[in-house]
């Protein structure tokens, strides 16, 4: 019956009303807010004193929330749906041993660390404010969407020191092929969702708020870390989280749209588009070409259904879209229009929006609080102040009003218009439906005006020839259709048109355009080779590889030595201009420190692709610490004999200054200023007592014991 309304809708023969009976998403609008930093209804279940630590309770509560809705915040913005964090029961602060909040408290004020599933925590208010704010959102035309965890507890949580056996130990860990979902994520208790007890613990947990509450939805936290068998029965007829009675959306952190169709296919409503959404971020951010996103919505078809895919821009676990700018050298207005211009393709594309809050302030956000001072993370106090005057909110609205009237946006079949090919940076797409008007979006992703005398978007079977166009957000428009039916006229820099017109010959065919062509002929993207060395004389042998997180999984590229220069390595690659590249080095020798990953405690190294960066150099491990002022070098012997691959290191082992011994026992180590207690060892040839060592020194020999 389900695939049947899905087919229908396609069609434009069932309309959404006939769909409003069940909890389907496929027509909304969802804002998506942090409750404890969202607003404050009560003073009475603040914190008091520690209320403004990063990363302790603020004061948010579903009161805030509920006289928000009363005000009419979110309907005037547009949204139909909110989505809250967990409510569940947190266990207690933990203490900040590092970075720039150590020596605060570090409390589950998100929602994630769950003492009790079925119990309200206070710092939000009762389970009556709960209710209520569920119901007044109802009164109000708004669904309510609950965020809810399956795959842990929080540290230190009360069952898993009364039922051990209900969680992944290290040794289950250890002994696993499947390490994302049988090993603790960041340490938290591990849930076995196998277990027949856990799984009826967690889905008597789900169904608990469904009933109690009323929810709408439910957003499940890190899907693809629990079990595979745990979803198909609790997405089953009669299940906990059956779709005829509750919407699904899954956080399944992976780019990859054969991993996300898995969940899907799984029975979930819906997963979160990581793919889109780094596709989106690299290339909207700053100003690269959007071949990334016409790539990752090719990949449609993997897809039972790409619609029931919720699209996104921003959220609590990555940095702000306007701060990913910044980083790439792109700030104030055209940040602002990049914004924009990111927001307006996810309102346009297949897939249910989610719009995070402090998005419609072009608010910046580095990322988790637990690295950044108060005022420049991702989950600081909302601010009402001007909010719905300002340019992304009322852009925000428009593309509300258009999306929730525009059965074609939503439920329209995509078709690819135009790609970006060398220094042309467009990117076109049809919308259709029977029955709806034809829609083409086009884009100028670029920093210049594009005159499309030299490139006429050939759209005569949509639009009828000459017909006069329309702009379904009100802009003026600044392009036209001649009599051969193509698009003609100038591309504003950074422009967003949703374009409609009398239909065409045939508007729902798929195009035949000379920018598809020219794409697949090779020229999607201007390259730029990015040359990579890095300084590794403290690795040993290695051999060093380049590691990118930038593409939603891992890519590594081997690395050569330098003939010239011994243990410095190098390599190239070619990617798109302006790709933002996240990377670091890593040493595949099995003794290497830190998994293999340079820079322990360091963040990711990160270089805009552009001519005047493409020579990067580096030294192994330090990052964002500086290069020390000082170098020990010496031998590792036994009985006289040279070790390799013995470690030389600081007291603490896991830091920065350590190094690899080579074949002839030789070690470069970078040392800092001052006094410093440091040894020699291996697991097969022993090691040396702690030695007292200051500055520069060569000839300094360890003989292991």
Not at 51 to 61: I, T, V
Not at 91 to 114: D, I, Q, S
Request: proline share 7%; with cysteine; net charge negative.
């Amino acid at each position: 019956m389900r695939q049947l309304k899905t087919w229908l809708l396609s069609l434009g023969l069932l309309s959404s009303f006939a769909l409003a009976q069940t909890p389907d998403f496929s027509n909304d609008r969802i804002y998506f807010l942090l409750t404890d930093r969202f607003a404050n209804g009560d003073t009475s279940n603040d914190l008091g004193a520690n209320s403004q630590q990063p990363l302790n309770w603020h004061g948010g509560d579903f009161k805030g929330v509920t006289q928000k809705i009363k005000e009419g915040y979110f309907q005037k913005l547009g949204f139909s749906a909110i989505w809250i964090t967990p409510v569940y029961l947190q266990t207690p602060p933990v203490p900040v041993t590092g970075g720039p909040n150590a020596g605060t408290e570090f409390a589950g004020y998100h929602g994630y660390w769950a003492e009790d599933y079925f119990k309200v925590d206070p710092h939000l208010g009762t389970l009556e404010d709960l209710k209520e704010l569920v119901k007044v959102a109802h009164e109000n035309g708004l669904k309510v969407v609950q965020d809810m965890v399956v795959n842990h507890l929080g540290y230190g949580a009360t069952l898993s020191e009364t039922h051990p056996e209900y969680f992944h130990t290290q040794a289950d860990c250890n002994a696993s092929s499947n390490k994302d979902q049988d090993c603790a994520l960041a340490g938290l208790p591990d849930l076995k969702q196998e277990l027949p007890e856990v799984q009826k613990l967690l889905n008597d947990a789900v169904s608990y708020w469904v009933k109690e509450v009323g929810i709408d939805g439910i957003r499940m936290d890190t899907m693809k870390h629990s079990s595979d068998a745990y979803w198909p029965q609790f997405f089953a007829e009669g299940g906990p989280a059956d779709p005829a009675k509750v919407w699904t959306v899954g956080e399944v952190f992976d780019g990859n749209p054969v991993f996300l169709s898995k969940f899907l296919n799984m029975g979930s409503p819906s997963v979160f588009d990581f793919g889109l959404y780094g596709a989106i971020k690299d290339s909207i951010s700053g100003g690269g070409d959007a071949t990334k996103v016409a790539e990752v919505l090719a990949q449609d078809s993997v897809y039972p259904d790409a619609r029931r895919l919720s699209t996104f821009i921003d959220n609590h676990d990555v940095k702000r879209f306007i701060s990913e700018a910044a980083e790439r050298g792109v700030t104030g207005t055209a940040a602002v229009e990049r914004l924009d211009l990111a927001l307006s393709l996810i309102y346009t594309l297949r897939g249910t929006p989610v719009v995070y809050y402090g998005t419609e302030l072009a608010s910046p956000g580095e990322g988790d609080p637990y690295n950044y001072p108060l005022g420049r993370s991702n989950r600081e106090d909302m601010n009402f102040t001007g909010a719905q005057d300002a340019p992304i909110s009322k852009r925000l609205m428009t593309l509300n009003q258009i999306r929730a009237s525009t059965p074609a946006l939503r439920n329209g079949k995509y078709a690819e218009v135009c790609r970006p090919y060398g220094d042309t940076n467009i990117f076109a797409f049809k919308r259709s439906q029977l029955g709806q008007p034809p829609l083409v979006v086009v884009m100028n992703n670029g920093d210049s005006p594009i005159d499309l005398s030299a490139l006429p978007l050939e759209l005569s079977k949509t639009f009828a020839a000459s017909a006069p166009l329309s702009e379904l957000t009100g802009k003026a428009l600044s392009v036209s259709l001649n009599a051969d039916g193509n698009l003609v006229g100038s591309l504003p820099a950074r422009s967003f048109y949703i374009l409609t017109a009398e239909r065409g010959s045939n508007p729902y065919a798929a195009p035949e355009n000379p920018c598809i062509a020219l794409a697949k002929a090779g020229g999607a993207s201007a390259l730029v080779k990015m040359n990579f060395t890095v300084d590794a004389r403290s690795q040993g042998n290695g051999p060093i590889e380049l590691r990118r997180f930038d593409t939603g999984s891992q890519v590594t590229y081997p690395m050569q030595p330098d003939p010239e220069h011994p243990g410095f390595w190098k390599t190239s690659i070619s990617v798109p201009k302006n790709t933002l590249l996240k990377f670091k080095y890593g040493n595949l020798n099995p003794r290497a420190q830190n998994s293999g990953y340079e820079g322990f405690g360091e963040p990711d190294r990160s270089v805009v692709a552009r001519a005047e960066n493409a020579d990067v150099q580096g030294v192994y491990n330090f990052i964002v610490s500086p290069v020390p002022p000082f170098v020990l070098t010496g031998k590792v012997t036994r009985n006289g004999q040279p070790v390799a691959n013995a470690l030389v290191a600081l007291e603490g082992e896991n830091t920065l200054f350590h190094a690899l011994t080579l074949e002839d026992g030789s070690y470069y180590l970078p040392l800092p200023a001052g006094k410093q207690k440091l040894r020699a060892r291996h697991p097969d040839a022993g090691s040396t007592e702690w030695t007292e060592v200051e500055g520069s020194q060569q000839n300094f020999n360890f003989e292991l014991k």
